[in-house]
Nanobody, 122 residues
Framework: QVQLVESGGGLVQAGGSLRLSCAAS????????MGWYRQAPGKQRELVAS???????YYKGSVEGRFTISRDNAKNTVYLQMNSLKPEDTAVYLC????????????????WGQGTQVTVSS
């Protein structure tokens, strides 16, 4: 069994910064694609940023230049540094990871964390 646990959300004023972390735990063999999604009330979940095992990154256009995704493979952790935050960045941020783990046999799939709230006040 594996799990993802996010941390680092909170309330910040516009223009401020937050750093989100997402740590994977369990009998993990490998982690391929990792990403941060967000979901605001009444809106669909959207991909904010992602990073492959080869550290190729992708950013949603509205966050490019303000957010930076990175990963620490030794710690099975992905980060999202968010700078110059805007009220429209307010949402629950969720971590997603494609993982392979062992529990008797090998299993793989995409897993979600529980989410962390980010609120940006104007």
């Amino acid at each position: 069994q594996v799990q993802l646990v996010e941390s680092g959300g909170g309330l910040v004023q516009a223009g401020g910064s937050l750093r989100l972390s997402c740590a994977a735990s369990g009998t993990i063999v490998s982690i391929n694609h990792m990403g941060w999604y967000r979901q605001a009330p009444g809106k669909q979940r959207e991909l904010v940023a992602s990073i492959t095992s080869g550290e190729i990154t992708y950013y949603k256009g509205s966050v490019e230049g303000r957010f930076t995704i990175s990963r620490d493979n030794a710690k099975n952790t992905v980060y999202l540094q968010m700078n110059s935050l805007k009220p429209e960045d307010t949402a629950v941020y969720l971590c997603n990871a494609e993982m392979k783990y062992i529990r008797g046999s090998y299993y793989s799939g995409a897993y979600w964390g529980q989410g962390t709230q980010v609120t940006v006040s104007s």
